[in-house]
């Protein structure tokens, strides 16, 4: 089985992957604070979220990801905004209430959303973006459908947040097509709320 250390070693997952648009406009509208970017790989998220303020903490499995992570971060300009945590995230250890923003991009977290909702400070934001089972023709994401949610999965297990997005589309980006989930929820509670104004 390729690992991943080999997959970013020979260059057969992005190097410069760039984050998904509903972060990019949501961001803005998240609490100021500490941010948690879980399987950070080669900074997707954490660069953009260290760029727009955070002090974020990235963590991968994988030590050739983080390397890349590291000198994508050093060409951006936000190395000393990140720190860099390699660790197992199937028994990672997530601190309570301590991030106000929590970014996922193509980890499948539903084990471990519990803890990682816990994470997040009073108030906090979750963005969360992974590959879909479908019908559709797709070259994206993993062969088989065990990694990926089904339809609905990672709604569901946002509910206990407020959801400001969600969505299931199928999209091609650089000559690939995948069908994804995006989830953008917030820490709070109540029946009336703020939302974010979002120009689409």
Known sequence: MTTWDERYRTGTYPQHPDPHPVLERYLPTFPAGRALDIATGTGRNALPVAAAGYRVDAVDQSREGLRIARKNAREAGVEDDIDWIQA?????????????????????????????????????????????????????????????????????????????????????????????????????????QSYPDISE
């Open 88 to 192: 197992d995230l199937e028994s990672f250890a997530y601190p309570s209430s301590a991030y106000d923003v929590i970014t996922i991009s193509f980890y499948r977290a539903v084990d471990r959303l519990p803890d990682i909702i816990e994470a997040l400070a009073d108030g906090g934001c979750l963005f969360v973006q992974h590959h879909l089972r479908t019908t559709d023709e797709v070259d994206g994401g993993p062969s088989g459908d065990r990694y990926r949610f089904t339809s609905n999965e990672l709604l569901r297990a946002g509910l206990g947040l407020t959801v400001l997005h969600y969505d299931e589309r199928t999209t091609t980006r650089d000559g690939t097509t995948a069908a994804t989930a995006q989830l953008v929820a917030r820490k709070s509670q109540g029946g009336r």
